[in-house]
Nanobody, 122 residues
């Protein structure tokens, strides 16, 4: 059983930056493709970014491409989401998740963190 814990959320002004972290325990992070998803109030959860097992491949939602960067440090069992040029529409609860395959569908992610809130003020 892999346990994921996100941190780094908070309140930031539009145009600012935040870095989210997701620490894993109870398993080897390098065994999983890791994804970031977000869910705003009243909206469905949506894909944000993912990174392959060794970090060689990354994929982003069009809405965050060029502003967000996903990375991982398997030695530390941690993944990151660097978020720059934040916009009010980025406000959401952000979740990291672990999957056995590269895909954007949250139904294929087996383990989930509890989420960390990001609020971007205008």
């Amino acid at each position: 059983q892999v346990r994921l814990v996100e941190s780094g959320g908070g309140l930031v002004q539009a145009g600012g930056s935040l870095r989210l972290s997701c620490a894993a325990s109870g398993g080897t992070l390098s065994s999983y493709v890791m994804g970031w998803f977000r869910q705003a109030p009243g909206k469905e959860r949506e894909f944000v970014a993912l990174i392959s097992w060794n970090g060689g491949s990354t994929y982003y939602a069009d809405s965050v491409k060029g502003r967000f960067t996903v990375s991982r440090d398997n030695a530390k069992n941690t993944i990151y989401l660097q978020m720059n040029s934040l916009k009010p529409e980025d406000t959401a609860n952000y979740y990291c998740a672990a999957s056995y395959s590269i895909n954007r569908d949250d139904r294929n992610y087996r383990y989930w963190g509890q989420g960390t809130q990001v609020t971007v003020s205008s």
